[in-house]
């Protein structure tokens, strides 16, 4: 199997630029049975992408996330999971989802929830605990501390739900002021 990075143009990119991941091999099927809108499965000249974001470095693969999960806040791109990789670096953190959330400003803000591995965390404590990780137009601007995680009815996680939880002010998902 061999893999690529392309921009939306089908060009391939610079080595560690993210874009489409794109494999060509054998094994790869040029279509769904039952068909698609011509979006789930992508071909550019051979080169397939299901719309998983990443990049490749020195011939190693980084997935950043999917398309569709993709934050854009004041013209930057955001992939949640690396917002989830960052948070749960932080002591205290068992687990982390993020998501964007709509803002007259910016498009979108980052948004994300925490199940604290015990006890409590504050948003100072995650917002301290990111400042070296991640990229401060990346950070998250509001907390909240989850009961949780949120998931869909197949137990995968749910960006959509989080942002259920948090529009409808479900007590699963409590805002962290400080």
Known sequence: MDVKILDDQGSEVKDGEAGNICVRSGMVSNGYLWGDDGQALRSFN??????????????????????????????????????????????????????????????????????????????????????????????????????ELPTTDRGKVSRNTLLDWIGSQDPRARHLDR
């Open 46 to 147: 051979g080169w397939f992408t299901v719309g998983d974001q990443g990049y490749l470095a020195d011939g190693e693969l980084h997935i950043l996330g999917r398309r569709a999960d993709m934050i854009l806040t004041s013209g930057k791109n955001v992939y949640p999971h690396e917002v989830e990789l960052a948070l749960a670096a932080v002591p205290g953190v068992a687990a982390a989802v993020a998501a964007g959330i709509p803002d007259d400003l910016r498009g979108q803000r980052v948004v994300a929830g925490v199940v604290p591995s015990h006890g409590g965390v504050t948003a100072t404590q995650l917002k301290a605990g990111l400042e070296n990780i991640l990229p401060r137009d990346k950070r998250p601007h509001q907390y909240f501390a989850l009961s």
